[in-house]
């Protein structure tokens, strides 16, 4: 079932949108809502966004709390920043796999309002001053012409949420193909070629050098493997994917 993705500056009303699409789900689509994020991680937010390795920890954590929780009938809900343009890609290519839509919504309030709003927290859930302006300009927004940002829903916060529209993207559009493109280039292009040639693969400036012949069942479990090594070496150049699997494979045939 659908993913829905919050994301926005700390403090811009992330968790009351999910609270109130989540309630809006429940009574009119009667599906259970199942939500991740900070708060279920107890994550002591200066702490952690002070420290580069917590933070990156912190996001595997919720990205394997979304993957184990992702399933035939419920609707997960991601409440945290969701800052990172590369995050929000790992997390398209999460539901890619798993075969499922998804949508964002983006929070988009105003600095000074956020500032505020951080200001009339209890204590021990405000952001430090140094911590907020720090993931402010850390703060990547989203883009709709971007297939992992999209469909993309940007509320501000006097808006209501567009209920109906959302439903129509998390229920009623198609889930994203899996990518086979790159591997059937390489089955086909294998056809005509002999080991030496170098073969071109759409999107990659790199080329594979076929050294001999790799069937399909090969080639999946490169991309799982590699999939599983992009997990442990996560990159924020989202562009150069195509390329560092192709160098994968290429390592892997010398």
Same mark, same amino acid.
């Given at each position: 079932?659908?993913?829905?993705?919050?994301?926005?500056?700390?403090?811009?009303?992330?968790?009351?949108?999910? &609270? $109130?699409?989540?309630?809006?789900?429940?009574?009119?689509?009667?599906?259970?809502?199942?939500?991740?994020?900070?708060?279920?991680?107890?994550?002591?937010?200066?702490?952690?966004?002070?420290?580069?390795?917590?933070?990156?920890?912190?996001?595997? &954590?919720? #990205?394997?709390?979304?993957?184990?929780?992702?399933?035939?009938?419920?609707?997960?809900?991601? =409440?945290?920043?969701?800052?990172?343009?590369?995050?929000?890609? $790992?997390?398209?290519?999460?539901?890619?796999?798993?075969?499922?839509?998804?949508?964002? @919504?983006?929070?988009?309030?105003?600095?000074?309002?956020?500032?505020?709003?951080?200001?009339?927290?209890?204590?021990?859930?405000?952001?430090?001053?140094?911590?907020?302006?720090?993931?402010?300009?850390?703060?990547?927004?989203?883009?709709?012409?971007?297939?992992?940002?999209?469909?993309?829903?940007?509320?501000?916060?006097?808006?209501?949420?567009?209920?109906?529209?959302?439903? =129509? &993207?998390?229920?009623?559009? #198609? &889930?994203?193909?899996?990518?086979?493109?790159?591997?059937?280039?390489?089955?086909?292009?294998?056809?005509?070629?002999?080991?030496? =040639?170098?073969?071109?693969?759409?999107?990659?400036?790199?080329?594979?050098?076929?050294?001999?012949?790799?069937?399909?069942? $090969?080639?999946?479990?490169?991309?799982?493997?590699?999939?599983?090594?992009?997990?442990?070496?996560?990159?924020?150049?989202?562009?150069?994917?195509?390329?560092?699997? @192709?160098?994968?494979?290429?390592?892997?045939?010398?």
């Amino acid at each position: 079932m659908p993913l829905v993705v919050l994301c926005g500056l700390p403090c811009s009303g992330k968790s009351r949108r999910a &609270a $109130e699409l989540g309630e809006y789900v429940r009574r009119t689509a009667g599906r259970r809502v199942l939500e991740v994020g900070d708060a279920g991680l107890a994550v002591e937010r200066n702490s952690v966004y002070a420290d580069s390795q917590k933070e990156k920890d912190l996001r595997g &954590a919720l #990205k394997a709390e979304v993957e184990r929780k992702i399933n035939k009938e419920d609707v997960v809900i991601m =409440d945290s920043l969701n800052y990172i343009k590369g995050y929000r890609y $790992e997390l398209f290519c999460l539901i890619k796999h798993a075969q499922t839509p998804h949508c964002l @919504i983006h929070c988009e309030t105003a600095v000074d309002v956020c500032a505020t709003w951080n200001q009339s927290r209890e204590p021990e859930k405000r952001y430090s001053q140094e911590i907020f302006d720090a993931l402010v300009m850390r703060f990547e927004a989203p883009d709709s012409r971007n297939r992992w940002d999209s469909p993309l829903f940007t509320i501000q916060k006097d808006d209501t949420l567009p209920f109906e529209a959302i439903s =129509d &993207a998390i229920f009623r559009r #198609k &889930a994203p193909p899996p990518n086979q493109s790159t591997l059937n280039t390489i089955l086909n292009a294998q056809k005509t070629s002999v080991p030496g =040639d170098l073969i071109p693969v759409p999107g990659a400036n790199v080329k594979i050098e076929l050294t001999r012949n790799l069937p399909m069942a $090969e080639l999946r479990k490169l991309r799982r493997q590699f999939v599983s090594y992009t997990k442990m070496h996560p990159t924020e150049n989202i562009g150069q994917i195509a390329n560092m699997f @192709i160098q994968y494979i290429n390592r892997s045939l010398h």
